[in-house]
C-alpha cells in the first residue's frame, strides 16, 4: 500500500519560513517524478513546483524565487524549503508521485496546512 506522508505545515508570519517533507512509503519513487500541489480555500488545486527522477526541476510563478524543491531518493522523501512566505501562499499542501511512463499524479499525500499571517 502506498502512503505520502507530508509534515511540516505551521503557522508562520509573512516573510517567514517553512520546510515541508513528504515521506513514501510501499512505493520505490526513485523513477518517479514527484511534485507540490496547493489548494487554497474556495481555489481549485495548483501545481506549486515539481522534479524529475532526474533532478530536474519546475515551478510556478507565483513561487520562483523563494520556494525550492528537492529529493533524496534513498530515504524516499520529497521536500519543499518554502522562504519570504506570503499571505497569499496559505493553503494545504499536498505531495504527489507521477506515474513513470506519464506525467500523470498517481498518488497523492492526505496534505499539511500552511497558514502565513500579515
Known amino acids: 500500500q502506498v502512503q505520502l506522508v507530508e509534515s511540516g505545515g505551521n503557522l508562520v508570519q509573512a516573510g517567514g519560513s517553512l520546510r515541508l517533507s513528504c515521506a513514501a512509503s510501499g512505493i520505490f519513487v526513485r523513477l518517479n517524478a514527484m511534485g507540490w500541489y496547493r489548494q487554497a480555500p474556495g481555489k481549485q488545486r495548483e501545481l506549486v513546483a515539481d522534479?524529475?527522477?532526474?533532478?530536474?526541476?519546475n515551478y510556478a510563478d507565483a513561487v520562483k524565487g523563494r520556494f525550492t524543491t528537492s529529493r533524496d531518493n534513498a530515504k524516499n522523501t520529497l521536500y519543499l524549503q518554502m522562504n519570504s512566505l506570503k499571505p497569499e501562499d496559505t493553503a494545504v499542501y499536498y505531495c504527489?508521485?507521477?506515474?513513470?511512463?506519464?506525467?500523470?499524479?498517481?498518488?497523492w499525500g492526505q496534505g499539511t496546512q500552511v497558514t502565513v499571517s500579515s
Open positions: 504527489a508521485v507521477y506515474r513513470v511512463t506519464r506525467r500523470e499524479v498517481a498518488y
Open positions: 522534479i524529475s527522477s532526474g533532478g530536474n526541476t
